[in-house]
T-cell receptor
Framework: DAGVIQSPRHEVTEMGQEVTLRCKPISGHNSLFWYRQTMMRGLELLIYFNNNVPIDDSGMPEDRFSAKMPNASFSTLKIQPSEPRDSAVYFC???????????????FGPGTRLTVL | QQPVQSPQAVILREGEDAVINCSSSKALYSVHWYRQKHGEAPVFLMILLKGGEQKGHEKISASFNEKKQQSSLYLTASQLSYSGTYFCGTYLVQGGSEKLVFGKGTKLTVNP
C-alpha cells in the first residue's frame, strides 16, 4: 500500500504569492491532519479533518491559511498571501482512528519543504 | 499545553542506554511516541494509555506515570539506527475537540 502522498516535496516562492500544498491520505483512513514543523516551535497541528469535515482548526495561524478536503482521498492547504515566516516543513498525516485520537496512530507523509523569499 | 521534553539532545556511543522524558502540565490520558530521522517523516513507535502500563518496541520501551504527569522513553543498548529526533505527543480535549500536542523533540545521536 502506498503511504501518505504529498506534493510538491519542495516549494520556493516569493512573498505575496499563493502556495497550495496537496495531500493524498492512505486509502481507507478517515482522519487527516496538517502539521507545520519549525525549529522554534516543533511540530504544530494546524487543522484536522474527520470524514472530510474540519474538526479543529484552532492551530491555523491566521486567515491567510485555509484547508479543504473535498473528498476522502484529497486535501489541500493553501497560503495566500505567503510570507517569509511561513517557511517550514508542512506534513500531512492520516489515520483510521475509529473512535478517538486517544489511541490514534498517525501515518505521516514525507512533507513539503516551503521556502518563502 | 505543549509537553516538555528533556533532554533536548543526547549523544551516545553504540550500546549505551538513554532515557527521554516527557512532562505535561495537564492531566495525561495517553502519550504517543514518534521518531523522526533527519529529512524524513515522523514514524510511530508506541502509545501508552492512562494506567501506567509499560510498552515495548524492540529494545525501546516506555512508561507512563499518571501522578507525575510524565512519560519516559527508555532506549537500551542503543544501535546506530536509533539516531533521530524523538517526539512525544499528549492527548488533550480542548474546546470540545480532541487533539494531539507534540513536544519540541529530543535529538538522539548514536555514534560507533
Amino acid at each position: 500500500d502506498a503511504g501518505v502522498i504529498q506534493s510538491p516535496r519542495h516549494e520556493v516562492t516569493e512573498m505575496g504569492q499563493e502556495v497550495t500544498l496537496r495531500c493524498k491520505p492512505i486509502s481507507g483512513h478517515n482522519s487527516l491532519f496538517w502539521y507545520r514543523q519549525t525549529m522554534m516551535r516543533g511540530l504544530e497541528l494546524l487543522i484536522y479533518f474527520n470524514n472530510n469535515v474540519p474538526i479543529d482548526d484552532s492551530g491555523m495561524p491566521e486567515d491567510r491559511f485555509s484547508a479543504k478536503m473535498p473528498n476522502a482521498s484529497f486535501s489541500t492547504l493553501k497560503i495566500q498571501p505567503s510570507e517569509p515566516r511561513d517557511s517550514a516543513v508542512y506534513f500531512c498525516a492520516s489515520s483510521s482512528a475509529p473512535d478517538s485520537l486517544l489511541t490514534d496512530t498517525q501515518y505521516f507523509g514525507p512533507g513539503t519543504r516551503l521556502t518563502v523569499l | 499545553q505543549q509537553p516538555v521534553q528533556s533532554p533536548q539532545a543526547v549523544i551516545l556511543r553504540e550500546g549505551e542506554d538513554a532515557v527521554i522524558n516527557c512532562s505535561s502540565s495537564k492531566a495525561l490520558y495517553s502519550v504517543h511516541w514518534y521518531r523522526q530521522k533527519h529529512g524524513e517523516a515522523p514514524v510511530f513507535l508506541m502509545i501508552l494509555l492512562k494506567g501506567g502500563e509499560q510498552k515495548g518496541h524492540e529494545k525501546i520501551s516506555a512508561s507512563f506515570n499518571e501522578k507525575k504527569q510524565q512519560s519516559s522513553l527508555y532506549l537500551t543498548a542503543s544501535q546506530l539506527s536509533y539516531s533521530g529526533t524523538y517526539f512525544c505527543g499528549t492527548y488533550l480535549v480542548q474546546g470540545g475537540s480532541e487533539k494531539l500536542v507534540f513536544g519540541k523533540g529530543t535529538k538522539l545521536t548514536v555514534n560507533p
